[in-house]
């Protein structure tokens, strides 16, 4: 999950199976990450509201100020 100043977004990110880079806080703190491409996002308002949906997402990077692995309750 990740949340900006103005929306909650949850999506899909790929990560190498093992390696560099494989943990979310690896790939995050990288120095070129301008963007975190997301798939199979959902997008909600900061404050509650509608939620969309996108097959794709680029979430500028410097607009994040949280980010955590997220499972949904089962």
């Known amino acids: 999950m ?3 100043p103005r ?3 949850i ?3 790929h990560l190498p199976r093992e390696g560099y880079r494989s943990r979310l806080s690896d790939f995050l703190n990288r120095g ?3 963007f ?3 798939v199979n996002a959902e997008i909600s308002s900061a404050n509650g509201g509608a939620t ?3 097959p794709f ?3 500028a990077s410097g607009h994040v100020q949280l980010a ?6 089962q």
């Open 2 to 4: 990740l949340e900006t």
């Open 52 to 54: 969309e949906s996108r």
């Open 7 to 9: 929306h909650r977004i």
């Open 11 to 13: 999506g899909d990110l």
């Open 32 to 34: 070129d990450l301008e």
């Open 68 to 73: 955590y692995p997220y499972e949904e309750a």
């Open 36 to 38: 975190i491409p997301l």
């Open 57 to 59: 997402l680029a979430v």
